[in-house]
């Protein structure tokens, strides 16, 4: 959550909305965590990946709405994975959402390495044989282009938008990373990344 809280909190003036943004991002892992569980079941038994994912994304909806969280944190929540690319792909998104979106996208484990760092390392993975080649199938099919293309056109245009939001005036790509050393330069305690 810190990432996104740096984020909103040097674009968004109310401190309400920048905690909000930062819980969404830290419920996203209740998302990651049934994404993960239902393609482990998919795998077990030869079914549809991408259905799998989207069913996920039903169940995690239907999870966190039933122990509480407002429909505002849920929507928030689902700006990540296949469910916020669809948005961004749509132009459906809020800045709160989008900033959601760009935090998850440069996020690896608990460890803050900036977007291209996140999806440079995993591409092997994206090859035919890969274990998320489905992925990128998939995304071919809808959008004709692959994981990474399909990133890259919504990432780095976002990445740039954010930049000029916070005034940021490095390297674009430094973005993430220049944030979380500012947050941490001013409260030095150990944080959650997302």
């Given at each position: 959550g810190a990432l996104a809280y740096g984020i909103a909190a040097s674009i968004i003036p109310v401190p309400q909305s920048a905690t909000r943004i930062a819980t969404a991002a830290l419920?996203?892992?209740?998302?990651?965590?049934?994404?993960?569980?239902?393609?482990?079941?998919?795998?077990?038994?030869?079914?549809?990946?991408?259905?799998?994912?989207?069913?996920?994304?039903?169940?995690s909806e239907r999870f966190l709405r039933n122990i509480g969280f407002s429909p505002r944190i849920i929507a928030l929540a689902q700006a990540t994975g296949d469910l916020g690319l669809k948005y961004m792909m749509q132009g459906w998104t809020t800045l709160d959402q989008q900033i959601v979106f760009y935090a998850d996208c440069c996020v690896s484990n608990y460890d803050i390495v900036g977007y291209k760092k996140r999806f440079d390392d995993p591409l092997i993975h994206f090859q035919p044989g890969g274990r998320y080649d489905f992925v990128d199938a998939d995304l071919i099919r809808k959008y004709g282009k692959t994981h990474r293309e399909t990133y890259d056109g919504i990432v780095l245009p976002l990445q740039t938008k954010?930049?000029?939001?916070?005034?940021?005036?490095?390297?674009?790509?430094?973005?993430?990373?220049?944030?979380?050393?500012?947050?941490?330069?001013?409260?030095?305690q150990p944080r959650q990344s997302r």
């Open positions: 419920v996203h892992d209740a998302y990651k965590r049934r994404e993960y569980e239902a393609l482990e079941r998919a795998k077990q038994n030869c079914g549809d990946l991408p259905a799998a994912n989207r069913q996920a994304d039903r169940e954010l930049a000029v939001l916070t005034d940021f005036t490095g390297d674009p790509n430094k973005l993430a990373v220049s944030v979380m050393a500012e947050l941490m330069a001013n409260d030095p």
